[in-house]
């Protein structure tokens, strides 16, 4: 059974950083592109940044560039999102999910991890 | 950026009628190396994660019941419930992958009637 189990959410300043991880299981975690998605309170769902499998080429939506770095470790079956210089509007809802296929649809996704950002 | 925009916002549908959801492309999604359009749909109820139900616009994911289905192609997009159940209650999201950023509609919110 495909699992995604993301970890390291909290409350955090504005200007602060937090690490967010996903833990995946029950598949090969190193044949498939990853990606974190979030969702504002009250408001839809966004792309946030895509990793290839074998973690060379990274992507990010143009308000987290230079600001949030997604990596990943195959050996440990993880994924992780370094977001620094945080604002309020990147209160949300992250989730880590799976890209089906290689092709950017989403198959599967973990419950997600509350990033609140506040002074 | 290719914007994709949802019609209606919200619908009300009796029990067993059928719920029709529109989605719209800025731009084509019709992937020329296999012919088939980059348009996927979820579901997406309150305290869960979101649930692929379609992909390639009418490729129904694996356990989703065939009351849900998916039509069109290029621009203009429908996801068709056929017997609204109550389970059905949720948010529905058309999301395109033709390119990055991958962008997602606006959401449309079910409700039974």
């Known amino acids: 059974e495909v699992q995604l189990v993301e970890s390291g959410g909290g409350l955090v300043q504005p200007g602060g950083s937090l690490r967010l991880s996903c833990a995946a299981s029950?598949?090969?975690?190193?044949?498939?592109?990853m990606s974190w998605v979030r969702q504002a309170p009250g408001k839809g769902l966004e792309w946030v940044a895509n990793?290839?499998?074998?973690?060379?080429?990274?992507y990010y939506v143009d308000s987290v560039k230079g600001r949030f770095t997604m990596s990943r470790d195959n050996a440990k079956n993880s994924l992780h999102l370094q977001m620094s210089s945080l604002r309020a509007e990147d209160t949300a809802l992250y989730y880590c999910a799976r890209m089906g296929n290689g092709w950017g649809y989403f198959d599967y996704w973990g419950q997600g991890a509350l990033v609140t950002v506040s002074s | 950026d290719i914007v994709m925009t949802q019609s209606p916002d919200s619908l009300a549908v009796s029990r067993g009628e059928r719920a029709t959801i529109n989605c719209k492309s800025s731009q084509n999604l019709l992937a020329t190396s296999n012919n088939k359009n980059c348009l996927a749909w979820y579901q997406h109820k309150p305290g869960q994660p979101p649930k692929l139900l379609i992909y390639?616009?009418?490729t129904r994911e694996s356990g989703v019941p065939d009351r849900f289905s998916g039509s069109g192609s290029g621009t203009d997009f429908t996801l068709t419930i056929s017997s609204l159940q109550a389970e059905d209650v949720a948010v529905y999201y058309c999301?395109?992958?033709?390119?990055?950023?991958?962008?997602f509609g606006q959401g449309t919110k079910v409700e039974i009637k």
């Open positions: 390639w616009a009418s």
């Open positions: 990793i290839k499998p074998d973690g060379s080429q990274k």
């Open positions: 999301q395109q992958y033709y390119s990055t950023p991958q962008t």
């Open positions: 029950g598949f090969t975690f190193s044949n498939f592109w």
